[in-house]
């Protein structure tokens, strides 16, 4: 019996002990504190990425605009320079500026291009692709997404090898293959590009006609699959600003997409407005399904990486210095390429399909006709110099903001690397800048050369810094003269899918 009792008490004891039990959360105050951190910079994530998604939608719309709205402007006052200056003799050395030059070009690749789109008959693709099975059409759209990927990469290059072989200077040695062969390159890449966009568009424009709604909702599913991919991955702030690039990109890209499907169907019911309001649904599922899986990604991307939310405004103010630069006297670049460059986003082979479902979907006929059409491209000139303005206004707010004022007199790249090298062209870093080569290092045993292309883009990991801190040997100092120095937000300038840069 005492046994028993005093297995009784003791099981009454542990019981009362189990109720009764306390803890003190200030105990590990840091560990608690950290996760209401994470807590709060998950929430606050939508609101900073939908910031700088915004402003890089209009950021690609004004690219987008300049190819509709000031290009043919810019190429008129070309071939008219052309065509006056040999009547009031050559006052210069060159005929054409760079820039005229570069915007000729891309007239004849649009007219070319066009011309060449006019033989491809949209319906006949339009009833091939719908005569296919469900997962015949789910596996062609990831081929053509992946394809699209692969085309931005490489298109801009192709590109931007035929803007410098055309306005090379003579002086230098010859080391390309000509300007033709260039030019008929370009062409036959804007062409390709646009054929590749134009099945994409039938491939959703089939999804949306389908009975079943089968097609969308997987086409939208396959979405979700791209969580999957991302989220579990190890991201440092470069690599997710070229996600958070990629991701503008290809918003964009389906808003236009999405903008083509629309017409396309609207003309095939004789612009009905009802019919309207039949589409309208889906196309709020589609956005819908696009910013949620944006948010959720890069929600769990910075969680799981301890990025800070305001990282973006980071992100925000690189693009924004991108503007504010390509708009000085210095500048070396066309905004629209330097977009083309960061984001991937090229809106030449968009614009070319664009303008081939508008003037196979509108019928322009009497004089009536010809006056709207000149009042639409009048009212797109002027959102586009509204946009251009309070885009700029806005750009110039969020450099100065970051303190990035100083970075806008350094001289172009071409006059930098003809100067001594110094620190703040080789770290260009915000935060911190290392210190230049010393004579000793730059005289030692010269090593290989290497591209941009050879250098990550990622951060160093923590041990890997400290490992590099707490050097000792002569070894690993002469390591740290010649580790290569990190990648800016502002050196990027290539996104693909992987995260990666290909140059």
Same mark, same amino acid.
């Not at 808003?255 to 004789?270: A, D, H, K, P, W």
């Given at each position: ?7 009784? &008490?003791?099981?009454?004891?542990? /019981? ?15 560990? !608690? ?142 080391? %390309? ?11 036959? !890449?804007?062409?390709?590009? +646009?054929?590749?966009? =134009?099945?994409? +568009? ?15 909702? /997987? =086409? ?72 949620? @899986? $944006?948010? @959720?990604? %890069? ?11 305001? @990282? #973006?405004?980071? !992100? ?15 500048? !070396?670049?066309? #905004? ?34 010809? =006056? ?35 970075? &806008? ?5 071409? @006059? ?40 990550? &883009?990622?951060?160093?990991?923590? $041990?890997?810094?400290?490992?590099? /801190?707490?050097?000792?040997?002569? &070894? ?28």
């Amino acid at each position: 019996c005492s046994r028993l009792s005093l297995c009784n &008490l003791s099981l009454v004891r542990f /019981i009362t002990a189990e109720l009764t039990r306390g803890y003190f959360l200030e105990h590990n105050e840091a560990k !608690y504190t950290e996760r209401r951190e994470r807590v709060y910079t998950c929430l606050r994530i939508p609101k900073e990425l939908e910031k700088l998604m915004t402003f890089g939608f209009f950021l690609c719309l004004d690219a987008f605009l300049y190819v509709f709205t000031l290009l043919p402007l810019r190429v008129l006052l070309a071939l008219l320079r052309l065509l006056t200056v040999p009547c009031c003799g050559l006052s210069g050395s060159r005929l054409l500026q760079p820039a005229q030059v570069c915007d000729v070009l891309k007239g004849f690749i649009m007219v070319l291009c066009y011309s060449m789109m006019s033989y491809v008959d949209y319906s006949m693709m339009y009833h091939l692709i719908r005569g296919q099975s469900v997962i015949k059409l789910y596996i062609i759209y990831n081929m053509l997404e992946v394809a699209d990927r692969l085309f931005s990469s490489f298109g801009q290059d192709i590109l931007d090898a035929l803007y410098w072989t055309a306005t090379e200077p003579k002086e230098k040695k010859r080391a %390309h293959i000509g300007v033709i062969p260039h030019f008929l390159m370009a062409v036959l !890449y804007v062409f390709l590009h +646009a054929i590749l966009i =134009m099945v994409q +568009a039938t491939t959703l424009n089939v999804a949306f006609n389908s009975h079943n709604k089968s097609l969308l909702t /997987i =086409m939208m599913s396959n979405n979700f699959v791209e969580i999957k991919g991302s989220v579990f991955k190890k991201f440092e702030k470069n690599n997710l600003f070229q996600m958070s690039n990629s991701d503008i990109k290809e918003r964009f890209t389906n808003y236009i997409l999405l903008l083509i499907v629309c017409l396309r169907n609207m003309e095939q019911f004789s612009w009905n407005p009802d019919h309207l309001w039949v589409l309208f649904p889906d196309v709020v599922m589609v956005i819908a399904s696009e910013v949620a @899986v $944006d948010v @959720v990604k %890069h929600a769990f991307i910075t969680k799981f990486n301890d990025i800070s939310a305001d @990282v #973006y405004g980071e !992100y925000r103010a690189s693009l924004a210095f991108d503007l504010v630069s390509s708009r000085q006297k210095n500048a !070396y670049t066309d #905004y629209s390429d330097s977009v083309s460059r960061r984001m991937g986003f090229i809106p030449l082979p968009l614009a070319l399909l664009l303008i081939r479902v508008v003037t196979s979907s509108v019928k322009i006929q009497g004089s009536l006709s010809f =006056m709207c059409v000149l009042l639409f491209y009048l009212g797109m000139i002027t959102l586009k110099v509204l946009n251009s303005i309070v885009l700029l206004g806005t750009s110039c707010g969020f450099v100065k903001e970051a303190n990035m004022e100083e970075k &806008l007199f350094d001289p172009p790249p071409s @006059v930098a690397s003809s100067q001594p090298m110094t620190a703040d062209r080789v770290g260009i870093s915000l935060a911190s800048v290392n210190p230049p080569l010393s004579k000793s290092a730059e005289s030692s045993t010269p090593t290989l050369p290497k591209s941009d292309s050879d250098t990550f &883009l990622t951060t160093p990991d923590e $041990d890997n810094d400290d490992k590099i /801190i707490n050097a000792d040997t002569g &070894l690993e100092e002469e390591g740290l003269k010649h580790r290569t120095p990190k990648k800016d937000l502002l050196e990027i300038d290539r996104f693909t899918i992987c995260g990666n840069r290909i140059d």
